[in-house]
């Protein structure tokens, strides 16, 4: 990983999480914690998952990241800690794979996890970037639904025995997935607070989409990109974008980077550079109505103006969506639970 020189960056003192995370993603949040089975599934899946449990599964397959082991990444992890002057320093990990990956995970005391094909591709600052990233999920509280949704995808294919091509479950799959993809663009947000370069966010958002070779790329073009995707095409086009993103869990980076452009040019990132952001100190006293509301208008406008032909066709039909979701939600919690109090008193062999 390529080092570079340090610079002198702008910390945020008692900064709250609601500084960085995207309106779609709050009001995401919003819905899924309407969920009625939504808190059954979550207790279901505590109950059979203990979390240090799953934190010894990273501690035995790859390498803790601290003084002696990844110096670089720890030294980064710091940093970023002290800019969004986080309460408490998650554990990182670096794991053996190919695949350019990070990701937040734990629900008690999340920890983030660094692929080696990550941290072959970025520099140093890139990849200040993905760990503040990181780090913002971790503040966010994401990590919490990104397990549960591991939990499920790991049930239905260890165990076999729940449904997965049942409406109930991909129900909830999906609304996940939806969330995971709308948290990204919050953890973008972050790791722009930490690296505060913007040129280097979209040169992390250039190498996932398309490598190393960032001579032969243009950030220009590459944002045009984005503005060709939600234009072009008809109402199959339209479909067709949403069978591309069923189980995808982050954005594509194409729009992840229209998307962290849009918050720099309308002004989200300098306020907070100028220190006018919401604190940690208010959040108990916040109107969360009047957040989820603001959150919901932006969302809906956003909504509204998209030129995507599907989206024009549904936007007036989403009435009932989120309590149809809720109704699966339940029903696919019942049956998880009577499913896994089935598996627990007559276990197959080898599951004893």
Avoid at 158 to 183: D, H, N, T, Y
Avoid at 193 to 199: E, N, S
Wanted: aromatic share 8%.
């Amino acid at each position: 990983m390529e080092q570079t020189p340090e610079i002198t960056r702008t910390v945020f003192p008692g900064i709250s999480s609601r500084a960085w995370e995207h309106p779609a993603d709050r009001t995401a949040l919003t819905a899924l914690r309407r969920l009625k089975g939504f808190d059954q599934i979550l207790k279901v899946l505590s109950a059979m998952f203990r979390e240090r449990k799953h934190r010894l599964l990273y501690l035995a397959s790859s390498a803790r990241v601290g003084p002696k082991q990844f110096a670089d990444l720890d030294a980064l992890l710091d940093d970023c800690v002290q800019i969004l002057d986080a309460p408490v320093r998650p554990e990182m990990f670096v794991i053996q794979s190919p695949e350019a990956s990070s990701y937040c995970i734990g629900m008690d005391d999340p920890f983030i996890v660094i692929t080696s094909g990550m941290y072959d591709l970025m520099t140093n600052d890139e990849m200040r970037f993905v760990i503040g990233h990181e780090l913002g999920h971790a503040l966010s509280g994401h990590s919490v639904y990104r397990t549960m949704l591991n939990h499920l995808l790991r049930l239905a294919s260890s165990f076999g025995f729940i449904p997965l091509g049942g409406w109930a479950l991909r129900a909830i799959v999906a609304a996940l997935l939806e969330w995971q993809r709308k948290s990204e663009l919050s953890g973008d947000r972050a790791g722009l607070l930490c690296g505060q370069d913007f040129d280097t966010a979209i040169r992390v958002e250039l190498k996932l989409a398309a490598g190393s070779h960032l001579e032969k790329l243009d950030s220009q073009a590459f944002l045009a990109q984005a503005r060709d995707y939600e234009a072009t095409g008809d109402m199959r086009d339209g479909l067709l974008k949403l069978l591309n993103l069923e189980l995808r869990t982050h954005p594509f980076s194409v729009l992840r980077a229209a998307a962290l452009t849009k918050w720099v040019d309308t002004g989200g990132y300098g306020a907070i550079m100028a220190g006018d952001y919401p604190r940690r100190s208010d959040d108990e006293t916040a109107s969360w109505n009047e957040d989820v509301s603001a959150a919901a208008r932006h969302y809906k406008d956003g909504f509204d103006q998209s030129n995507d032909p599907l989206i024009r066709g549904i936007r007036d039909g989403l009435g009932g969506v989120v309590d149809g979701v809720g109704q699966a939600a339940t029903n696919a919690a019942d049956a998880m639970g009577r499913k896994i109090s089935e598996w627990r008193r007559n276990p197959k062999p080898g599951e004893e």
